[in-house]
């Protein structure tokens, strides 16, 4: 069970970027994944989780405006599109799955399997 998180870059305030979690085997179509971050010094923080099904997807007030999570079950995909980013966005980035769970729940502690991380640095 591999997943393999990637499109992060270093890009200026107020730009785009969409960063992809591709995840190994058919399971992947049928389980829960979410988007974290963890900047330097701090902790891992929830910002969006979407169903196997792809509705009602799950997002932290900071972010909801501005990101956008979807998924193509059919190439084992998770996507975050990430827009007018700021200079705060700037961390590492990790998409994480349940494979016990269908649901988008915004608790770490529910995650068991997780990408390498992709950076992303925003500046002003």
């Known amino acids: 069970v591999q997943l393999q998180a990637s499109g992060g870059g270093s890009v200026q305030a107020g730009d785009s970027l969409s960063l992809s979690c591709i995840g190994s085997?058919?399971?992947?179509?049928?389980?829960?994944v979410g988007w974290f971050r963890q900047a330097p010094g701090k902790d891992r923080e929830f910002l969006a989780a979407?169903?196997?099904?792809?509705?009602?997807?799950l997002y932290v007030d900071s972010v909801k405006d501005r990101f956008t999570i979807s998924r193509d079950n059919a190439k084992n995909t998770v996507y975050l599109q990430m827009n007018s980013l700021k200079p705060e966005d700037t961390a590492v980035y990790y998409c994480?799955?349940?494979?016990?769970?269908?649901?988008?729940?915004?608790?770490?502690?529910?995650?068991?399997?997780w990408g390498q991380g992709t950076q992303v640095t925003v500046s002003s």
């Open positions: 994480a799955a349940q494979s016990w769970s269908r649901g988008a729940s915004p608790h770490i502690y529910e995650y068991e399997y």
């Open positions: 979407i169903k196997w099904s792809g509705d009602s997807p």
């Open positions: 085997g058919r399971w992947f179509s049928s389980c829960g």
